[in-house]
């Protein structure tokens, strides 16, 4: 983990102006509305990359078959603005690559919407639907409201107690406001055999909470434009993710791999997209494929023309939640929406 110890001071500053915004909440001058009914949020004190929506997605799974499900979202990106349903044949520039990613995704039976304001967000949702559970994507931070289960994602190689505040490291906050939260999971965990689980947990011992962790498995390739050949030595990896590097786990050592990242929710523009494929061009081979994300897709995929579909061999790489005790963690999550 690389810190920045030369952006100090402004971390110091931007730390007590954090201060002193949660002390207002704390003591009651500025309110939090409690959110009536169920209501999960799925937050995380550091900046992007700890797996939010991926979550979201299994929670959905797990709990749409007993419950309606509504999701709210900032939309992070988008160039809408106020709270904004979101429909199957929403752009990315209306409501966010996420939420759209997650409607594509579970687009029958679950409510999707984004609003910057979360307490006007909630209020809609709950006069649309009073009796649904709430699932709240990266709303920790935002205190105006208070859902009834927050529970923290943090990444395995970015230990919160070893992390700093932003610009120094990559924290929103600090890491004693997981008092606040109801449980932990830490992500992006490698193999659970190669580590001890107990030794972390005690690190958060102090907090009193549960602590999971989940870890990605990757799903073999899948053809998004024509038939690929069946064996692929080169991949172009084309993302705009936190910690593009992190996907190159998914490949054999044999494999070639090239990155062609962008910023996270990056808006790809037909340039690009000229580019990439100019950039494939100069291998030429059936043993090479463009990669690329579900929360990529959604915007690449409007910017391909028919002749593009047909001429170059797109994949995507996508993945399942494994959980260290799923039973556990399930059970955790059962046990709030019977209680409430």
């Known amino acids: 983990m ?3 110890p030369v952006l100090y001071p402004i971390a110091a500053l931007y ?3 954090v201060w002193l915004r949660n002390f207002c909440f704390d003591i009651g001058f500025v309110k939090s509305q409690p959110i009536p009914g169920k209501s999960i949020c799925i937050g995380n004190l550091a900046v992007g990359g700890t797996g939010k929506s991926p979550h979201i997605a299994y929670l959905i799974e797990l709990l749409q078959k007993n419950a309606s499900i509504q999701v709210l979202s900032r939309g992070y990106g988008r160039l809408s603005k106020g709270f904004k349903e979101v429909k199957i044949t929403s752009t990315a520039q209306e409501v966010g690559d996420e939420p759209l990613m997650l409607k594509q995704q579970f687009h029958k039976d679950t409510t999707i919407v984004v609003c910057e304001n979360r307490r006007s967000g909630v209020a809609q949702l709950k006069k649309n639907d009073p009796n649904a559970i709430i699932l709240l994507d990266d709303a920790f931070q935002h205190r105006w409201v208070k859902p009834g289960l927050n529970i923290i994602l943090n990444t395995f190689d970015r230990p919160l107690e070893k992390d700093a505040l932003i610009p120094v490291g990559r924290l929103r906050d600090r890491p004693y406001q997981l008092k606040r939260a109801q449980a932990l999971v830490i992500t992006k965990c490698p193999d659970f055999h190669t580590f001890d689980q107990d030794l972390i947990k005690v690190q958060y011992k102090k907090y009193k909470i549960p602590v999971f962790f989940s870890r990605y498995t990757y799903l ?16 172009i990896l084309v993302s705009a993710i936190a910690h593009p590097e992190t996907l190159g786990q998914a490949f054999n050592s044999q494999q070639e791999i090239h990155y062609k990242s962008f910023k996270d929710h990056h808006s790809y523009t037909a340039q690009e997209i000229k580019e990439i494929h100019h950039f494939f061009d100069t291998f030429a081979d059936d043993k090479t494929v463009l990669v690329t994300t579900a929360k990529d897709w ?7 023309s028919p002749q593009d579909r047909k001429s170059y061999p797109w994949m995507l790489l996508d993945f399942k939640i494994e959980w260290s005790d799923e039973q556990a963690f399930n059970q955790f999550i059962k046990t709030y929406v019977d209680a409430n």
């Open 2 to 4: 690389k810190l920045k």
């Open 220 to 235: 073999p390739l899948k053809a998004l434009t024509y038939k690929q050949s069946s064996t692929i030595d080169r991949i």
């Open 15 to 17: 730390g007590l102006v």
């Open 298 to 304: 959604v915007k690449l995929n409007t910017l391909l």
